[in-house]
């Protein structure tokens, strides 16, 4: 679908999505029309701007900020394991250890996806500079040569995804 059509349908309304995404991280979700108490079958114009919203107060902790969120990934890649972890540490030590802890990682993350890729490489989801910078120095003290073929369970519970390119692709058939 590219624009939006008319909906008609006898009964209950509902959908499928599925999103085949990177190294076999594939999203699903499945969508029914509410039917319950206070429910109307088709929303008024404008009866967004009427309706009461709720505002929710986030209060960051000072020692742990942007906790309540899941964090970004920052890939970094290489030809050979071991270069893809002496670039990784090259930026650590030059760029994220200048940055202050409220530094928002996405300003970095989102445009580290489009440098060019070589042939291994690392995903790492992080909460700030300082964990970034942690889990940077974990993959480089404990990662082995399995690690880039087959992660550890230990690397994918801190969000460090090591990976050869080109491997990760979906098998058909």
Known sequence: M?????WNKAGIRRANVSSFGFGGTN???????????????YAKAGAAAEAPAASVEIVE??????????GEAVTFTGNTPAEVIR??????????AH???AYPL???????MLKPKSDWGVSIVAKSPADLRDKVEFMAKHAKPETWTEPPLNFK???VYTFKTGTNQAKVG
């Open 2 to 6: 590219d624009k939006a059509a008319p």
């Open 27 to 41: 999203f699903h979700v499945t969508m029914e029309e509410y039917t319950g108490p206070g429910h109307q079958k």
């Open 61 to 70: 902790n000072p020692r742990a900020p942007f906790a309540n969120l899941q």
């Open 87 to 96: 670039n990784a540490q090259a930026e650590a030590d030059a760029v994220f």
């Open 99 to 101: 940055w202050p802890e």
């Open 106 to 112: 996405a300003t970095y993350a989102q445009p580290s």
């Open 157 to 159: 519970l801190k969000g």
